[in-house]
């Protein structure tokens, strides 16, 4: 038997996360010398601030070098659950319903791991962030998709989530701002979806919060316990440092719950990869309880760039998109120009045929709208300087006029 043939059939269904496969395409093009514009990396340009960086010079020299308690230290889950009762009036003890894991993903990844059997659905909104329905699967779980397209924001509407919702339903799966649109749920929106899943008291929630700070022209964020305290008992909220804190490498992300399914997570991680870095989970108390004010400063970049691109996007013959509330993307549609051809005459006839197109032709990567669910959209990543922005925003601008 080849290695090949000896790998897991579990791996037979999932793939590796394609962002990732496009950013690396396009960084082995950097390297090769050509001029590539990168806007599909999922990451902030800004650096991580530096008290944080200074608290955690101190803790390395204080020893803070050893394992630490699986699922965190007791400093690092007394500031997680001061933080969710400070930002979103959630009560959540420290001791035994606060969980840390290695980024967010592991957070998410620990709660299908302790939750799904086979036959278990999740049930996902469309266009979702790439990991959701690999991850269902990997715990044996089976993902199940909700459309939400351009016509609603982008936003899960309720007589659909009725609609989608069975007795094998273990979880729904909200992210606001999303990851790849960046619409983020109102406060009444929440709670319209929390009327819905009142009737359907066996399904569990977990809202992946992690853009919640990246929120633009005043919008005011929610999350779905706190606007919907009767399904708190049943709701994962979890968040992270890696982008509104520009913490990615750090790898800390966190989540409140209840206390069973804490737990539950905690014996997943014990045996994996136990604690988090103790040094990135010091750096992360210093980022909870630091002076926030660095975000509204970054925030201003971002909204400048987000309504710099919308604009320019819209101005572009077959391409229309949505302003989102949030994060830093936009997810535009491309509909107007399936059916045309390139100067080297292929058709354009899908969003990957596109963001080809756009790295051969004007050398800009974006993410073709197939890795999320729903075509023909791509995702334009704007979390870069505003210059090389703009320098995209022409390149594909004269990419699609050169369409005929
Ligand atoms: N959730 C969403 C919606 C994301 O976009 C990402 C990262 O891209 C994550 C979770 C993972 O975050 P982390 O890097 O902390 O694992």
Not at 112 to 126: C, R, S
Not at 154 to 183: C, E, H, I, M, Y
Request: proline letters at 7%; glycine letters at 8%.
């Amino acid at each position: 038997m080849t290695v090949t043939e000896q790998l897991a059939s579990r791996l037979s269904d999932i793939k590796p996360s394609p962002t990732m496969a496009i950013s690396a395409k396009a960084a082995e093009m950097k390297a090769e010398g050509i001029p590539i514009i990168g806007l599909a990396a999922g990451e902030p340009d800004f650096d991580t601030p530096d008290f944080v960086k200074e608290a955690t010079y101190k803790a390395i020299a204080e020893g803070q070098t050893k394992y630490t308690a699986v699922d965190g230290t007791p400093a690092i889950k007394a500031a997680i659950s001061e933080k969710f009762l400070r930002e979103n009036d959630l009560s959540y003890d420290a001791k035994t319903e606060i969980t840390v894991g290695t980024g967010g993903k592991q957070v998410l990844y620990n709660a299908f791991m302790a939750t799904l059997n086979p036959g278990d659905e999740v049930l996902i909104p469309a266009p979702y962030w790439v990991s959701y329905p690999d991850m269902a699967i990997l715990a044996s779980g089976t993902p199940k998709f909700v459309s939400a397209g351009p016509e609603v924001n982008f936003k899960l509407q309720p007589n659909d989530l009725r609609a989608a919702l069975t007795t094998k339903t273990k979880w729904l799966v909200l992210n606001s701002p999303s990851n790849p649109t960046g619409s983020a749920y109102s406060a009444i929106e929440l709670q319209r979806l929390g009327e819905v899943l009142k009737d359907f008291p066996n399904v569990m929630i977990m809202t992946d919060d992690m853009y919640e700070h990246l929120v633009y022209d005043g919008f005011e964020y929610a999350t779905i316990a706190q606007v919907c305290p009767d399904l708190k008992d049943r709701t994962l909220t979890c968040n992270g440092v890696s982008k509104a804190f520009a913490m990615t490498g750090w790898r800390i992300g966190y989540a409140g719950g209840p206390a069973p399914l804490i737990k539950a997570m905690g014996k997943v991680q014990s045996q994996s990869t136990s604690n988090p870095s103790s040094v990135s989970q010091a750096a992360t108390v210093a980022a909870l309880t630091g002076d926030p004010s660095f975000l509204s400063d970054r925030n201003k970049v971002f909204k400048g760039r987000r309504d710099m691109v919308v604009d320019r996007l819209n101005n572009m013959p077959g391409i229309s998109c949505t302003k989102p509330e949030g994060a830093f993307y936009v997810y535009p549609s491309l509909e107007g120009l399936i059916g045309k051809k390139t100067p080297a005459g292929q058709s354009i006839d899908s969003d990957s045929s596109f963001a080809s197109y756009l790295l051969d032709a004007a050398q800009v990567a974006v993410v073709p709208g197939v890795a999320f669910g729903l075509e023909p959209h791509f995702r334009i990543s704007y979390a870069t300087s505003t210059e090389a922005l703009t320098d995209a925003m022409n390149r594909i601008e004269k990419a699609v006029k050169d369409l005929a």
